[in-house]
């Protein structure tokens, strides 16, 4: 059974950090390409990152120079590192096998406010 269980989330302030966690099991994650998809009250899926078996990362637009993805295929996880918060990140997050979420697992919730 694929599992992707994130951790990490919670309120924080404009400006402020948070570090997410995908703990993934029930496939060969040390040869998946993994992503970070996020959604917003009323909004569609957004892709936020993603990161390649070796490594390389790419990131959308509204998130690029503030947020990090990283991972660790000896303990089958991968990380956002989310910095310089804004309201608009305000979201539910995910990992995801696939870029769209549709291969997503639960979530965590993502409040930036004051």
């Known amino acids: 059974e694929v599992r992707l269980v994130v951790s990490g989330g919670g309120l924080v302030q404009p400006g402020g950090s948070l570090r997410l966690s995908c703990a993934a099991s029930g496939f060969a994650f040390s040869s998946a390409w993994m992503y970070w998809v996020r959604q917003a009250p009323g909004k569609e899926f957004e892709w936020v990152a993603v990161?390649?078996?070796?490594?390389?990362?790419d990131y959308g637009k509204s998130v690029k120079g503030r947020f990090t993805v990283s991972r660790d295929n000896s303990e089958d996880m991968v990380y956002l590192q989310l910095s310089s918060l804004k309201a608009e990140d305000t979201a539910m997050y995910y990992c995801?096998?696939?870029?769209?979420?549709?291969?997503r697992g639960q979530g965590t919730q993502v409040t930036v406010s004051t």
């Open positions: 995801s096998r696939d870029r769209a979420g549709s291969l």
């Open positions: 990161i390649n078996p070796a490594g390389a990362t």
